[in-house]
């Protein structure tokens, strides 16, 4: 997906594809598309982040509850027009990217992780705090309506569906954009060698908070979708779980891959439900059910780790190669994206770590 | 002012248990410079083997044997099965190992013991300790907690100090070429790390379970409380860690005191920001330069 004419023809295509099958499929699949379409929206800013800039977040989640809290809050006091709310709610989450995105510039390799791991710990625990405006454990209810020209049978789900996969689009086709302009360049040159990329005039500090800020809008457009599909924002929903599942979405898909997120997000989302109801209907109990797909998000990230590290799109990749041999275009990613760990403690480390398989 | 005293002590306390999960961040950090994001998952999982043991003998002190024993079998096998691949690759695919590990951990935990809260028995009365008629807000099992970490770090740090094995150990961490070069079998060393944090995890699982309960996600927060603590101590340095583990322990004991429970992960995520913007390499570190 070089050029933009081919990339909004895919957009156009794929858009037609959900308009289809919302038609045709019931109400429940309807709710899956639009589960789809959210996860699509947080893993694809996601998978930019740590794929092509080389941090990692735990606290995605974190920003999908403050896109979520937004929108509800602005639904229920303001009434604005959901498109105004989308808009809204992408802001404050970017702000509050960027504000936590300037510490973050900071840090390297662990302890970017863990301070985003912190923050989707802490954050949740606002919404208990500040009961009043929050509503405390129960959460705040969301008021979406399908619009008057689309008539009274309009069913809401399919009406939530189209809305979330076309956010969800327009949000891949400028990532994608994003990926293949300076910017991206700059963050993958960032990712490999920080030291080099500054040589070449690259503002390293700027690439990085630039692309946590990124990939914090991103949430934040997938946790006001969340708030209008679910009809409910309650702290339980954006737990570090969440955060970790959208981590293993985009290693599924293939880190810094845009497929790949929207892979990875198919499989996110279908495969635990599918598997709670093969377990319930085989007589296993609802913890073990729901359990179930928790450890195989453990599972499947240390395997996919140690034996597939491109995921499926690079899997898909060397499929293609197979039948149409080497294009011109094939990039050479070999390995996982690497964020370069070259403080002076590190040195004596690195050594090390080379020799340390074969020894 | 009896407040005051209440909440300090009770802060050290639980300081005490943020400082052995930094205790084992940092062994395994100085080791491997890895982040283990399992190290809470893995002490959940182990509290929970000494909360069956418990169940089924009757003993407190059988479970929290076990469960040690438990912490340094999990720890080696962990690092020995999937963590040692990850050593020649991009350090991002150790961090996501460490990750994946906690959610396996987490998800086992909900399958084998089921996911409800549970109750974790003390080994000692829970009723305040009174210094005369003023009660001083922490009890004899508080004591116990203190003390067991005491003892757990000085055995530690004299056995890394006076015994062969912690010399190869800190030679290893210094400078692992070298180590290597002077016989010493690092990738053995490191398992050995990855054992002992294993325990001391352990340790912090078993201790602080009474006043949290138990369930697969319990250790959470405590993980990223340590993981401040550690940071604050600058990662590098077990006597950093400790010290940071009280330091932020008892801050939060005055905030969870004055300000209400429910602010005290948001403090401590404040600290964290404002230590890592402040002195990245922990309050303890001298100023280093970052040679390329």
């Known amino acids: 997906m070089q050029s933009l004419p081919r990339r909004l023809g895919v957009a156009v ?16 699949r309807d709710y899956q598309i639009a589960e789809i379409a959210v996860e699509v929206t947080a893993v694809a800013g996601l998978t930019m982040l740590t794929g092509l800039s080389g941090q990692i977040s735990l606290g995605n989640g974190a920003f999908m509850a403050i896109g979520a809290y937004t929108t509800a809050l602005l639904l229920l006091h303001l009434s604005w027009p959901f498109i105004a709310v989308l808009v809204l709610a992408g802001a404050v989450t970017a702000a509050a990217g960027a504000i936590f995105g300037v510490a973050a510039a900071r840090l390297r390799g662990p302890y970017l992780a863990g301070a985003t791991l912190m923050l989707g710990v802490a954050l949740p625990s606002i919404a208990y705090a500040y009961q009043s405006i929050f509503g405390g454990d129960q959460g705040l209810n969301v008021a979406f ?186 990039r050479t990613w070999h390995t996982a994206p690497t964020p370069p760990e070259t403080s002076s403690a590190d040195q004596a480390q690195a050594s090390h770590h080379e020799k340390e398989g074969t020894s | 002012m009896v407040e005051f005293l ?43 083997v000494a909360i069956e043991v418990i169940y089924r003998t009757g003993s407190y002190w059988a479970g929290f044997v076990v469960a040690l024993a438990a912490g340094i079998v999990l720890g080696a096998a962990c690092q020995l099965t999937v963590i040692r691949p990850t050593m020649n690759k991009p350090p991002l695919n150790g961090v996501i190992v460490t990750i994946g590990l906690l959610v396996l951990l987490e998800g086992l935990a909900g399958i084998f013991f089921g996911g409800q809260y549970r109750s974790f028995p003390a080994a000692f009365s829970i009723i305040g300790i009174k210094a005369g008629t003023t009660p001083l807000g922490v009890s004899r099992y508080d004591v116990f907690v203190v003390a067991a970490v005491l003892v757990t770090t000085l055995v530690l740090a004299v056995a890394f100090k006076y015994t062969t094995a912690g010399l190869r150990m800190r030679a290893a961490a210094f400078n692992a070429t070298i180590a290597r070069l002077s016989g010493i079998r690092v990738a053995r060393v490191l398992t050995v790390g990855w054992a002992l944090a294993g325990l001391i995890g352990a340790l912090a699982g078993v201790l602080v379970s009474p006043s949290t309960f138990l369930y697969p996600n319990s250790m959470d927060t405590i993980f990223v409380f340590g993981f401040t603590a550690a940071v604050i101590g600058g990662l590098d340095s077990p006597v950093g860690a400790v010290v940071g583990g009280l330091l932020l322990g008892i801050a939060l004991s005055y905030v969870g005191g004055y300000l209400g429970s429910d602010l005290t992960s948001v403090v401590a995520l404040g600290v964290l920001v404002v230590v890592l913007m402040i002195r990245p390499g922990g309050l303890f570190s001298a100023t280093r330069v970052r040679r390329v």
């Open chain 2, 6 to 48: 209440q909440f300090t002590l009770s802060g050290i306390v639980f300081g005490m248990i943020y400082a052995a999960v930094a205790l084992s961040l940092v062994l395994i950090w100085r080791g491997t410079r890895l982040l283990n994001y399992a190290q809470g998952g893995m002490a959940m999982f182990t509290t929970y």
């Open chain 1, 145 to 330: 309506t399908t619009p008057g020209f689309l008539g009274a049978n309009f069913p809401l789900t399919r009406w939530q569906a189209w809305v979330s996969a076309l956010v969800a689009l327009i949000t891949l086709v400028l990532l994608a954009n994003l990926s293949y302009s300076r910017i991206g360049r700059n963050w993958r040159a960032v990712r490999d060698d920080d030291v080099a990329a500054a040589l070449d005039g690259v503002n390293v500090a700027a690439a990085r908070i630039l692309a946590f800020v990124v990939s914090a809008t991103c949430a934040g457009l997938a946790g006001a979708l969340l708030a209008i599909v679910t009809g409910l924002v309650a702290p339980g929903a954006f737990t570090i779980t969440l955060s970790i599942a959208l981590l293993t979405a985009a290693v599924i898909g293939g880190l810094g891959s845009l497929p790949g997120a929207v892979w990875g997000s198919l499989v996110i989302v279908l495969v635990p439900t599918y598997v709670t109801d093969v377990a319930t209907s085989h007589g296993l109990s609802s913890s073990v059910g729901s359990n179930i797909p928790v450890a195989a998000y453990g599972a499947v990230l240390i395997l996919v780790m140690l034996v597939f590290p491109q995921g499926i799109q690079g899997g898909l990749r060397r499929l293609l190669t197979l039948f149409t041999g080497p294009g011109p275009k094939t």
């Open chain 1, 13 to 28: 295509v794929v858009a037609v594809i959900v308009v289809f099958l919302s038609i045709k499929l019931n109400t429940f």
